[in-house]
C-alpha cells in the first residue's frame, strides 16, 4: 500500500509543529492532525502552549507587571502618574489578539513549509496507520512512512475541588477573568499557580495559594526558592505550605456565589472563604483517543506514552514527543524533542540533552534555573563551589531600580565545570540561556570568568557569579584572602 504522507503528525502543540515544520524542511510529505479549537469552536494551531499556557499567561503579567509598576515604582523614579486603573476586560482582548496573532502565524508557517494542516481528530493503529476524524466529515484511514505523537497534556482535576464555570477553574478558565476577584484562591504552588496569583494579586485581588507540600518551589534551589518566597509574600502573596486542600462548597446564588475551601495543616482543619478559586495541581498527558488497540504504543505507569531516550516508542516507526512523554512539561523541551525526531526520521544523529532544560517561573523577579541545585549536589556527596552575585550590586540593576534577587553558579571543585545555575531576578528567564549555552559547551566557570560581558547589563551578575565560584568576583568583598590566588 502506497503511502499517503512520509509523516503523519499528531497534535499541533510546539511539540508537534516544530515536528511538522522540521519534517517538511527536510522534504518529507507531512501532515498535521489537530482538534484543538478555540472559545468560539474554531480551529486554532499552537495547542496549550499557544492557546491557554505560555503565551496568555505572559501577555497578562506583562500587562499586570506594568500596572503594579506604573502604581508602586514609576514615583520612585520621578515619574508621576496621578491615579492608575486597569482595564481587565481590555487587558484579556489584548492578550487575546497576541494569541490569534501567534496562532495564525503557525497556520502561515505550516503553509510556508508546505505542511498540511488537517482539522480534526487522529488515531493511531498498527504499521502506522491514521485514523482522521474531521470536525465536519467522516473518518477517513491514511497511511504513513512514520507517525509523531504530540496530543500535549491537560489540567489534572481534583475529587475535592470539581471546577464549576467561572467559580472554580482551571488556568485556562483563570486567564479569562473579566475583573479581578476581591478573595482569590489557588490551589497549588507549583509554577502556574504562583504564576497566575501574581496576575491577579497585581491587579486588585487578595490571594491565598494553598499548597499540600511544606516546602516551597522543592525543585528549586533552596537558596533561591526561600528568597523567591519572602519576595512573594512581601507583594502581598499569601501562601500556606503543608495546607492540603480536602474539599470545597460553593455557597450563594448567581453573581453572589462563592466557594469555601476546607484544607487541612499541621494545626488541623481550616476553612476560607473566596470569590473565586483556581486549581493549579499540575497537568497530565493527554492520549484519549489516540491510541487505537493495535497501535503497539505503550503507556508508562503514570499515563505517559513509554518513549527511548530517541523518543522512539514501542511501535516502529513511531515516535512520541512534548507534554505526553517523560521529562518536564516545557513547551521549550518538546520543541526540541519534536525537530531530534524529525532529524533522526532524516537519519541525521541529533540529541536532546536533557540535563540542561532551563526552568522558568515568570513571578517578578523571575526565577530561573538549569542544571542541579545546591541541595541535589550536597545530597549527592559532590564537591562543589559556589558563587553568588546579588542584583543589589550590580549597576544595571540599580539604575532599573530592580535590585532584587541574585545570580547562584555552582562548578564542580576538582574540574570547575559549570553544574547549575539559579538566577532570582529581572529577566532571569533571558539571562539563564547565558548559562545553559555555557553548560552545553562543557564551560567551566573560569571559561564564563574570562569572557567579556557588556556593561552594565543584569548579566554582568552571571560573570561575577562565574568568578565568585573561584573566589575573585570584582564587585564583592571575596572569601579568598587578598594575596592568594
Ligand atoms: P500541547 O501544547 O498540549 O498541544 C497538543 C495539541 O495536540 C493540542 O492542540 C491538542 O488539541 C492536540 N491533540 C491532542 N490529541 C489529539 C488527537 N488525538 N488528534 C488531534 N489532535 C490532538 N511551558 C513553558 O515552557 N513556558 C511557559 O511559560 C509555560 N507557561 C504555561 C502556562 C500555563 C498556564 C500552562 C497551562 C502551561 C504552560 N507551559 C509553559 C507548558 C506548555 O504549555 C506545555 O509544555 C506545552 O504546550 C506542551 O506542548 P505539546 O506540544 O506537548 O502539547
Ligand atoms: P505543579 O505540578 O508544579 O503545577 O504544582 C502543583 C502543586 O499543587 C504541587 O506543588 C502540589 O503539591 C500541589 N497540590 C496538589 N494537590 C493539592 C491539594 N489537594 N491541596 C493543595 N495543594 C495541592
Redesign the pocket.
Known sequence: MSNDYDVIV????????HAAIRCAQLGFKTAC????RDKDNKP???????????I???ALLDASHKFHEAQHDFADMGINTGKVSADVPKMIARKQEVVDGLTGGVAALFQGNGVTSLE????LHANCQVAFTPHDGPEQMLQAAHVIL??????VDIPPAPLEDGLIVD??G??EFTAAPGRLGVIGAG??GL??GSVWNRLGSDVTVLEALDEFLPMADSRISRDAQRMLKGQGLDIRLGARVTATEVKGRGNKKTVTVTYQDKDGEQQSEFDKLIV?VG?RP?????LAPDSGVNLDERGFLYVNDLCATDAPNVYA????VRG????????EE?VMVAERIAGHKPLVNYDTVPS?I?THPEIAWVGKTEQQLKADGENYNVGSFPFAANGRALAANETEGMVKLIADADSDRILGVHVLGPQASEMIAQAVISMEFSASAEDLGLIMFAHPTLSEGVHEAALGAAGHAIHMVNRKKPGKK
Open positions: 499528531i497534535g499541533a502543540g510546539p511539540a508537534g509543529y492532525i489537530n482538534k484543538m486554532v494551531l499552537g495547542g496549550t502552549c499557544l492557546n491557554w499556557g505560555c496568555p499567561s505572559k480534526g481528530s487522529g488515531r504530540a496530543p500535549g497534556s491537560v489540567p488556568s485556562t483563570a486567564l509554577v502556574i504564576e497566575l493549579a497537568r493527554y492520549t484519549e483517543g489516540l514527543v512534548g507534554d505526553v518536564p512539561m516545557l513547551a521549550h523541551k518538546g520543541m519534536g522558568v515568570y
